[in-house]
């Protein structure tokens, strides 16, 4: 067999067994999958009788667009950077190296471990709302096809950065919650709590420079009725923008997780792998 398409193959298979291994205790399940839909759903019920200012949509449809959105960007920067931390500690990392193709299986892997991850996230966060939330729908079929890109190009576009993270970290279990602090920031400015437009515009400028603007902006046109794009900054949806936009940070970096990770896979030797592992047992400790 072709060594690239046995990689491919190997890497599917180990995305999978990754996927399983994360229904491996209860406290996983309840904070992998259960606790932001579940945050999100209930501040959208204690907030259904508002609405937002600029396109009277209910608040609680505008706040589960919201989690969505942030639940995109947590699987793609927290738990890719808290797995690809892990992996460069306990040398997995430094076995894909030593493997012909093995970048590639491991990359192959890790991005079908995050879609059959984000896949069911999303279906716990989508089906409830849905159900319970007045205005919170998938805008039929033109909604549910935008839904399914932007998910795919926002995950694509974001967990290269959380790939990047992870492989710098010196320490994946104390790094991850720094990474919160920036990603809370540009969610906080980036139009995804509050409407973009109640932001100065200078702080606008900035938020479009970055993915999660248009994440969210995507989201909200997939699952928001039609009349809530005029409370964004052009009074439109901008889809083909946001479909520019999350391409270009894709590919732009993958190929900076790619460079990033093979000269860090270079870096690691076995001797220092054990360091890793003696100075992880200590931490546990």
């Not at 030593?98 to 989508?126: C, E, F, I, N, R």
């Not at 096809?145 to 290269?160: E, K, N």
């Not at 938020?207 to 439109?236: D, I, K, M």
Request: with cysteine.
């Amino acid at each position: 067999m072709n060594p690239a398409l046995n990689a491919v193959r190997v890497g599917l298979s180990r995305g999978w067994i990754e996927f399983k291994n994360t229904f491996g205790n209860f406290g996983e399940v309840i904070g992998g999958y259960l606790l932001t839909p579940a945050l999100f759903l209930a501040i959208a019920l204690f907030t259904a009788d508002s609405t937002v200012e600029g396109g009277g949509t209910p608040l609680g449809a505008f706040l589960m667009a919201s989690g969505v959105t942030m639940l995109l960007l947590l699987l793609g920067t927290i738990t890719i950077a808290q797995v690809v931390g892990s992996e460069r500690e306990d040398g997995t990392l430094l076995r894909s190296r030593v493997v012909p193709d093995g970048m590639v299986g491991y990359a192959v892997g890790k991005t079908w471990y995050l879609v059959t991850m984000s896949a069911l996230s999303l279906a716990l966060m989508l089906v409830p709302g849905i159900i319970l939330i007045d205005g919170f729908a998938v805008q039929g079929v033109a909604g549910a096809v935008t839904l399914a890109w932007v998910c795919v190009l926002s995950l694509l576009a974001i967990a290269p950065i959380g790939a990047v993270v992870g492989s710098l970290l010196s320490n994946p279990r104390t790094g991850v919650g720094l990474l919160m602090l920036p990603v809370m920031g540009l969610t906080g400015v980036s139009g995804v709590l509050l409407p973009i437009a109640v932001m100065p515009g200078w702080l606008q400028t900035v938020a479009q420079v970055f993915p999660v603007y248009w994440v969210g902006l995507g989201v909200r046109a997939a699952v928001l009725p039609g009349s809530h794009a005029a409370a964004e900054l052009t009074g439109t949806w901008q889809l083909p923008q946001v479909a520019a936009v999350l391409a270009l940070w894709a590919v732009g970096g993958f190929a900076v997780a790619q460079w990033v990770l093979r000269r860090m896979a270079r870096k690691t030797s076995g001797s220092r792998v054990q360091q890793a592992r003696e100075q992880a047992m200590q931490r546990g400790y």
